[in-house]
């Protein structure tokens, strides 16, 4: 398809939609299961934010084609990377593009468009949109003018990533891109690394080898995951200590969109009860008991009930010793 083509097929923002209408007057919605029409219906009026396959065109939900079909007008990043998926089902749905560039623009448009009473899919390139995409303005704003806004969940490389890594999913933090600029991207990770959660994050393939390097300095040589190319031709998941992974891909050549999926750190160690004690004595001399369990408590993450009877033997024992050491 010609750059003049791809245009041509690109929706105004506003006047009459671009759909041939049968002859009932109704605009025909359907979308195609290889070579089954399927009925789409009419999608009703407000902001869909339409999760789309993040490689392979296959893991579009069924719900996510008929909303697509339905829709007045798809609002996506790039118009040429959602046609492939439009053309894939056979969909004939407008499209507009909105990103970064020029949602400035293109948000108060699309509002009007809502406050007429369209239906407006919202995609990005892959996966779900605001995940690291455009879209969080728009959805304010749409929410804001009193529209109603509907999430269809589907394909996000973070949850796909986190689910092949073989790494903790019980509490994980996502973070995006890291900077590009090393200062500030070992700053950002000094930050992470006091979280106590699996990290996910996206990098590139020319950008990788250093943002390893670096979070093995900064987190320790943490358990993680290189995924690449996730659903694609050419996936690949790689697994092993920070420090591996950074060898690896200084040595080798790395392409495509990654996703690095990093361990938590390891849970200190619980003190023993001699070194609460010894804690607990030596904070004695200087504060008052409830102090000195409050701030043993912070120290070492024992529980305040256990410490707060352990301190008050302690007084006992050295208010003892006090007395027998006394003078007659």
């Given at each position: 398809?010609?750059?003049?083509?791809?245009?041509?097929?690109?929706?105004?923002?506003?006047?009459?939609?671009?759909?041939?209408?049968s002859?009932?007057?109704?605009?025909?919605?359907?979308?195609?299961?290889?070579?089954?029409?399927?009925?789409?219906?009419?999608?009703?009026?407000?902001?869909?934010?339409?999760?789309?396959?993040?490689?392979?065109?296959?893991?579009i939900?069924?719900?996510?084609?008929?909303?697509l079909?339905?829709?007045?007008?798809?609002?996506c990043?790039?118009?040429?990377v959602t046609?492939?998926?439009?053309d894939?089902?056979?969909?004939?749905?407008?499209?507009t593009?909105?990103?970064?560039?020029?949602?400035?623009?293109?948000?108060?448009?699309?509002?009007?468009?809502l406050?007429?009473?369209?239906?407006?899919?919202?995609?990005?390139?892959?996966?779900?949109?605001?995940?690291?995409?455009?879209?969080?303005?728009?959805?304010r704003?749409?929410?804001?003018?009193?529209?109603?806004?509907?999430?269809?969940?589907?394909?996000?490389?973070?949850?796909?990533?986190?689910?092949?890594?073989?790494?903790?999913t019980?509490?994980?933090?996502?973070?995006?891109?890291?900077?590009?600029?090393?200062?500030?991207?070992?700053?950002?990770?000094?930050?992470?690394?006091r979280?106590?959660?699996?990290?996910?994050?996206?990098?590139?393939?020319?950008?990788?080898?250093a943002?390893?390097t670096?979070?093995?300095?900064?987190?320790g040589?943490?358990?993680?995951?290189?995924c690449?190319?996730?659903?694609?031709?050419?996936?690949?998941?790689?697994?092993?200590?920070l420090?591996?992974l950074?060898?690896?891909?200084?040595?080798?050549?790395?392409r495509?969109?990654?996703?690095?999926?990093?361990?938590?750190?390891?849970?200190?160690?619980?003190?023993?009860?001699?070194?609460?004690?010894?804690?607990?004595?030596?904070?004695?001399?200087?504060?008052?008991?409830?102090?000195a369990?409050?701030?043993v408590?912070?120290?070492?993450?024992?529980?305040?009930?256990?410490?707060?009877?352990?301190?008050?033997?302690?007084?006992?024992?050295?208010?003892?010793?006090?007395?027998?050491?006394?003078?007659?």
């Amino acid at each position: 398809m010609t750059a003049a083509e791809a245009g041509a097929r690109v929706a105004p923002m506003s006047g009459a939609h671009a759909r041939p209408r049968s002859r009932d007057g109704r605009t025909p919605r359907h979308y195609f299961l290889g070579v089954h029409p399927v009925d789409a219906g009419t999608l009703a009026p407000g902001l869909h934010i339409v999760a789309t396959p993040i490689g392979n065109l296959g893991d579009i939900t069924l719900r996510a084609l008929a909303a697509l079909a339905g829709a007045d007008l798809i609002a996506c990043e790039d118009t040429r990377v959602t046609r492939k998926l439009l053309d894939r089902y056979a969909i004939t749905t407008p499209l507009t593009p909105y990103h970064d560039h020029n949602a400035a623009t293109a948000r108060p448009k699309l509002l009007r468009r809502l406050a007429e009473g369209a239906a407006i899919a919202l995609v990005s390139d892959a996966g779900t949109p605001l995940i690291s995409d455009p879209g969080f303005k728009l959805v304010r704003a749409a929410q804001e003018a009193g529209y109603v806004v509907t999430a269809l969940p589907g394909a996000s490389s973070p949850l796909a990533a986190l689910a092949a890594a073989g790494l903790p999913t019980d509490r994980f933090f996502f973070a995006g891109f890291l900077p590009p600029k090393q200062a500030a991207r070992r700053a950002q990770i000094a930050e992470l690394a006091r979280i106590p959660a699996t990290l996910v994050l996206f990098e590139t393939g020319p950008r990788v080898a250093a943002t390893l390097t670096d979070l093995a300095a900064g987190l320790g040589d943490r358990e993680a995951a290189l995924c690449r190319e996730l659903t694609k031709l050419h996936e690949e998941i790689r697994r092993g200590k920070l420090s591996v992974l950074a060898q690896h891909c200084t040595a080798n050549e790395v392409r495509g969109e990654i996703v690095l999926v990093i361990a938590p750190p390891a849970a200190p160690e619980r003190p023993s009860a001699s070194d609460a004690d010894a804690l607990l004595r030596q904070a004695l001399t200087r504060i008052s008991l409830k102090d000195a369990v409050s701030e043993v408590a912070a120290a070492t993450g024992l529980a305040r009930r256990e410490l707060y009877q352990r301190a008050l033997v302690l007084a006992k024992e050295e208010s003892a010793e006090g007395r027998h050491g006394a003078p007659p």
